[in-house]
């Protein structure tokens, strides 16, 4: 697949330098985090010493001798001799460790308070002071007792012991508090001892606990993220989809957890510091509490760089891992692709190129379309795979390399299917082609020894006779195929990509007949020239009587464009087959006029201003109206859209508007980016060349659909404001954006910009007559105008309430209006039709492309404004089964539509000729484009004979056709069935035929090309020689397949419907059924009918013979 693979791009994946980076950052924070929890560690924590301390066994009350000495103070404690000396030395420790890690080298002062003891009691505490104290001991004060017994012992008892003492420890003996403030200031001593000192025990503990609680959480949060930074380091990335998104489960989740360990740990020490904030508020703080705060604010700190180094890293592992699961589903789909486009270009391989048959070649096209459409589809897929990986590349894909490399290779083999298929189609097409051309080469032959064969030897004896024989041959050598006179060496080079050794000797073969005939021929004109030749006597020259020219087949549309949108079509009246074309035309015109109310500047042409002045006057309005639009659009989506977002004001917004943003903005942001991103750079380009406008609006006509939408969901937003439009987010919003209108008003600029452009268009266009790009400017107005009918035909298609069905399943509504109908069956009692006829309905008609529906109008409730219609559905016209009646006697204004052959008719009146005249011409594309696919169907399968055989027989076809019609009836009342054999037709009547199923199995023919009434008599198939003019492929055992030109017999008709028939161009003899022969020879015999009316017995035209 390449040098890349998807093992690289996983390694690569694992090795990214960011997040190596970020990760190495974490371990940093990490580090000195550490650092700064070892300095603040103390060996005795305050669980150890927890129960002592609150007897006050000691206690630092936060006071300084000189010095700066710190103060431990011993009060009264009648345990003190019960504590055991280990638990005494921890206490000490726990106690000087503090003082001694902030600031090593201090020195201690202890106050030993024994005004309540004994000397013994003294000498013991001395002691063991002594023994157990870990600090630097700059002084001892002890209280002596206050009883005179005690007192005087004491006296002496320190009198002998003071050496002793004052060896290991300086010891100064006092009398009382006054002798104890020599040495220590009054505010540095608490009350008990006489001084100002503030000092709660219980809350120092408390303090104290919390301050060594939050260093112990904080070091294992630390931890755990040094220990979940370390396993996202070293994540294994698996080929396992499903693995990658249980680990992107899992991380998300770990991360979560620890995010909120975090914050509580943050939270906690925030607490803490407010404490500490508390606790040193004064004139003085204590020294103590300060350093608490620094040390806790540090841990603070350090763990919020720890976070956010954390964050960091993270963030990069996810992406990564988010990216890999992204490779791999790209790759799964790659290869998945990949396996499809293989397989189709395997499967056309096996298309061989080698047809020798005109069956065969049809097969194989066959074939090849349907794996053209397949290929189309995966190809289509293999776009949005390409597409996806430019989109992956774009958000900087780790992988874009092994990417963009299988991008390039889908386009390679798409581009490499794409070429073989039309290579192969090519040459399918060139062998089709060389064989049809061999077959008119051969019918061409057959044609000409019939011709000579039927050539009576009685009548060209005479000088007339042969030069009227010699005419009938040099007019059949003009429709000699031009193959034939190219030779077979050119026909050799111009096929040579298909010529097969089959096809080389069936050219030979056609080349050697074509001689033979050719000699034939010859033969025949050296004969009649000399018969030609005898009895010379003067004549009068006679000019040639004129051939008939051929009837047109179809109307020719040619829309015009003019001040509004006009189009104007002529009508050929048709007349009899073989008539002279009439010159009486009918012209109609259809003027779809817009005036709006000008709302933009008309630029006249007062003064000297030239057109390209005042155009350009116009495009800067354009763009400057543009730019205005689009600020006005990104205003409303940041200062309402985006603020439903904004913490701060979801308490003024209502839970259910949140959800239903999408309903009140619409597709406002997908129509904010098409205008800001693409159109506003396209028409700022034509600032300087206002010529090009018209191709802008062109080439964006598809994105303007979006408004369509818009327009759409219009009436559910408003219904939506007027419900919340006193909501307080909505005041405190227009109040942020100091707009004096509230939102409604700009959620209508869409749709007053859709109608702002045509005004615009149409100023440009005034000044921009014989300029260049005015054509482009003029199919930009019209697309503009047609896109205000779409949009207001489907405003009105949404309020359609009752419709079961899919109703986009009808295809785009084409048009909707209000009309006056009135309703008839065929076989409906007779008092429906009297009742038709006195009381029209009012119904509101949608044309889609595919039905006609009929629906009722109704108001809903409200007022005002507030008041909009709906439309009751009523009844479903399938187009497949409609016809129309152009004109109804007695009012102008009206027309039918009949359903299923006029089982159900409906006299429509329109408020207006012009509405009457645009419904008709609608009407009338849709069954024209219908009558052309069933054509095309009727001639690609008419070998399908069998499954005809149980349709509708060939006059009732012909006669459901006849029906619609243009046809003066009765108002109110449904127009007359025509008969078959009716003598007697109005001469303006002009039949569009209705898509019945039938319509499949019998002749089709233009609309616009059946004639009068007196052409339809209803055909039946006679004996005698035809022309085929379709194929028909062999269906059966004792059925022959029929080549279009072949010419064949008719002999008789079996007890089935089925005729026997000779092919005498295959020399083949077989059954064919009765609906498949209309097909194959149907003109043949319409133009055979037509001379039995005119001439009867006189058979013309496409018959060679009759039995």
Known sequence: MGPASLQEERESGKRSKEEMESYRCLLQAGSQLERTLQQVAVPVSMKEVGGYIQKQVAYLSGGRGEDSSVIVTLPECSAFSDIPDEALTKVFTYLTVIPRTRQPGVKFIIILDRRLDTWASIKTALARIAASFPGNLHLVLVLRPTSFFHRTVTDIGFRFSQEDFMLKMPVVLLSSVTDLLRYIDENQ???????????????????????????????????????????????????????????????TDKYN?????????????????????????????????????????????????????????????????????????????????????????????????????????????????????????????????????????????????????????????C????????????????????????????TWCDDGAYLLANQLVDKFQSKEGAQAALKDIEKFLEEAPSMLSSGVDVLMIEYEAVITPHLQAQISKTFEKHATVQQMIQNRQTSLRKLADKHVRPVQLVAPRPENPPRSKSPLFSPKHGDGLKFTFDISLPGKRGSRKSPNQRKIEVIHDYQESRSCVSYGLDGDDSPNLLRRHVMRELIETERIYVEELLCVLLGYRAEMDNAELSGLLPPILRSKRDILFGNMPEIYNFHSRVFLQDLEGCLEAPEGVGACFLQRKECFQMYEWYCQNKLRSEALWRQFCDCDFFQECQKKLEHKLGLDSYLLKPIQRLTKYQLLLKELLKYSADSEGTSDLQGALTAM???????????????????????????????????????????????????????????????????????????????????????????????TAVGITENVKGDGKKFEIWYSGREEVYVVQAPTME???????????????????????????????????????????????????????????????????????????????????????????????????????????????????????QNGPNSISILRGDVIQLQCVDGSGRWQVTNLSQQQEGLVAASSLQLIVGNSIHEHTCRLRDQAGNLKGRKLSSP
Not at 194 to 209: A, E, K, N, P, Q
């Open 415 to 442: 581009d490499t299917l794409s070429v073989a298929l039309k290579t192969k189609q090519s040459l399918f097409l060139q062998t089709h082609q060389l064989l049809l051309s061999l077959g008119l080469a051969q």
């Open 785 to 879: 105008l047609d896109l205000l009918k779409s949009v207001n035909d489907s405003m009105h298609q949404i309020s359609i309430t009752g419709y079961e069905g899919d109703i986009c399943e009808l295809g785009r509504v084409l048009m909707q209006g209000s009309f006056s109908v009135w309703i008839s069956h065929k076989k409906g009692p007779t008092r429906m039709k009297e009742l038709a006829r006195f009381k029209p309905m009012q119904r509101h008609l949608f044309l889609y492309e595919k039905a006609l529906l009929l629906c009722k109008r109704r108001e809903e409730h409200g007022e005002g404004a507030d008041k909009t219609p709906s439309y009751s559905f009523k009844h479903c016209l399938k187009m």
């Open 189 to 251: 001593l608490t009350s008990e001892f006489g001084g100002t000192l503030d000092y709660c025990h219980s809350d120092w503990i408390v303090l104290r606990t919390a301050i060594e609680s939050f260093a112990v959480t904080v070091k294992d949060i630390a931890q755990m993220l040094q220990a979940f930074g370390t396993e996202l380091a070293e994540t294994e990335l698996l080929d396992d989809g499903k693995t990658i998104e249980y680990l992107l489960e899992s991380h």
């Open 915 to 1033: 509405v009457k005249m645009a419904w008709l011409n609608e009407l009338r594309r849709i069954l024209t484009n219908q009558q052309k696919l069933l054509r095309d169907e009727v001639y690609h399968h008419g070998q399908r004979a069998d499954h005809t055989q149980g349709s509708p027989s060939l006059s009732e076809s012909k006669q459901q056709r006849a029906s619609v019609s243009s046809e003066d009836t009765e108002s109110g009342r449904s127009s007359p069935e025509p008969r078959a054999g009716s003598p007697k037709h109005p001469h303006n009547r002009r039949s569009w035929p209705e898509a019945h199923p039938a319509v499949d199995n019998c002749e089709l023919e233009d609309w616009s090309a059946v004639g009068d009434m007196e052409d339809e008599v209803l055909f039946q198939l006679c004996p005698g020689r035809y022309r085929a003019l379709a194929d028909c492929l």
């Open 257 to 413: 957890k620890l995010k909120e360990a975090i914050r509580s740990v943050s939270k906690e020490g925030r607490h803490l510091l407010s404490s500490l904030d508390s606790t040193s508020k004064g004139d003085d703080p204590q020294w103590d509490v300060k350093l608490d705060w620094e040390t806790v604010q540090r841990l603070l700190g350090q763990l919020r760089d720890m976070e956010a180094a954390f964050d960091g890293f993270f963030e990069k592992h996810h992406l990564k891992l988010h990216q890999y699961l992204q490779l791999l589903r790209y790759e799964k789909s790659f290869q998945e692709i990949e396996l499809c486009l293989d397989h189709l270009l395997a499967q056309e391989r096996e298309l061989h190129t080698s047809v020798n048959t005109l069956p065969q070649t049809e097969q194989a096209l066959k074939k090849l379309d349907g794996l053209e459409s397949n290929a189309k589809e995966v190809m289509a897929r293999a776009q949005i795979i390409i597409l996806h990986g430019h989109q992956l590349s774009a958000g900087h894909h780790y992988a874009m390399a092994l990417i963009m490399q299988r991008c390039n290779e889908l386009r390679h083999h």
